[in-house]
């Protein structure tokens, strides 16, 4: 299946939960209006937009945040940390705000302080932060759907090994090739390990759960489970094309990269509620 395809799938699963969802409809409707801010500014140039482009780059966490305070909500109606659907939803929600105060941070360095972002600075807590919080959502997910990995089958146990050893490989390759190590700077080190080496591991953990629970409960569990999986594979694409345009002195607040996180924002979000949804289904449905 190609990129197309899975991209044209993934589109008609988020369009889908629209129809079963007011907070659906409601964090679509914030995303819309901040595309068409982003494209109304695209339409600009550079010249003169500066301080409107500093103030979107600031505006557009709003969809994390309500991401997270509506996963609050379905987290609590599932028994909150008591439960194990509760908990995972909350995982999830707490790296979203995570990613909300590494952004804040950020918007105050470049809109207020007007200096060039630090790195590391005291805005990776949030972003560094939040990949521990998916890597748990992600195995409190597993056990959640049903999903039973007892690896007593050879082809359980080779998927288990390779797709993080994959996915790993191609972090490595993407991000630490031919890597610099400059000693004086360990937690910079720390960091630009850390970052691909982490998202890889949720995102792994992530694909293991769609590919190896999918079918239990019906199946009902497959669409939020994938749309799940891209919005994290999303955030990872989008912190891969912060660190390709920032090292080469590409980036630009309010650029390309600004809308990547916005989405991917917007489809955690959107996940975030649509397992809401499908486990409200599953719970009348017993």
């Given at each position: 299946m190609d990129r197309i395809q899975i991209m044209?799938?993934?589109?008609?699963?988020?369009i889908s939960i629209?129809?079963?969802s007011k907070l659906a409809k409601l964090v679509g409707l914030m995303f819309a209006v901040l595309v068409i801010w982003w494209l109304w500014i695209y339409g600009q140039g550079t010249q003169g937009t500066d301080d409107i482009r500093q103030l979107w780059a600031a505006s557009y966490q709003i969809l994390a945040i309500f991401g997270a305070i509506a996963g609050f909500f379905i987290s609590k109606?599932?028994?909150?940390?008591?439960?194990?659907?509760?908990?995972?939803?909350?995982?999830?929600?707490?790296?979203?705000?995570?990613?909300?105060?590494?952004?804040?941070?950020?918007?105050?360095?470049i809109y207020f302080a007007q200096i060039d972002v630090p790195y590391p600075s005291?805005?990776?807590?949030?972003?560094?932060?939040?990949?521990?919080f998916y890597i748990y959502g992600a195995f409190l997910l597993s056990k959640a759907?049903?999903?039973?990995?007892?690896?007593?089958?050879?082809?359980?146990?080779?998927?288990?090994?390779?797709i993080p050893l994959v996915v790993l490989a191609l972090s490595y390759l993407a991000?630490?090739?031919?890597?610099?190590?400059?000693?004086?700077?360990?937690?910079?080190?720390?960091?630009?390990?850390?970052?691909?080496?982490?998202?890889?591991?949720?995102?792994?953990?992530?694909?293991?759960v769609f590919m190896l629970?999918?079918?239990?409960?019906?199946?009902?569990?497959?669409?939020?489970?994938?749309?799940?999986?891209?919005?994290?594979?999303?955030?990872?694409f989008s912190d891969y094309s912060f660190l390709y345009q920032a090292s080469r002195g590409s980036w630009l607040v309010g650029g390309i990269n600004d809308l990547f996180y916005a989405i991917s924002y917007f489809l955690m979000s959107i996940a975030l509620i649509y397992i809401g949804v499908t486990f409200r289904k599953i719970q009348e449905a017993n």
């Open positions: 044209g799938k993934t589109m008609a699963t988020t629209f129809s079963e109606f599932w028994g909150g940390y008591n439960s194990t659907v509760g908990r995972a939803i909350l995982m999830f929600s707490v790296g979203l705000l995570f990613q909300s105060f590494g952004q804040s941070v950020y918007s105050y360095y005291i805005g990776d807590v949030g972003f560094f932060g939040s990949i521990f759907s049903g999903m039973q990995i007892s690896l007593k089958s050879f082809d359980k146990k080779m998927q288990a090994f390779f991000f630490l090739r031919n890597y610099e190590f400059d000693l004086s700077n360990k937690l910079k080190i720390f960091l630009d390990f850390g970052y691909p080496l982490g998202q890889a591991l949720y995102i792994s953990i992530a694909i293991l629970s999918y079918k239990y409960l019906g199946g009902l569990m497959k669409k939020p489970l994938s749309l799940l999986l891209f919005a994290l594979a999303f955030q990872y």
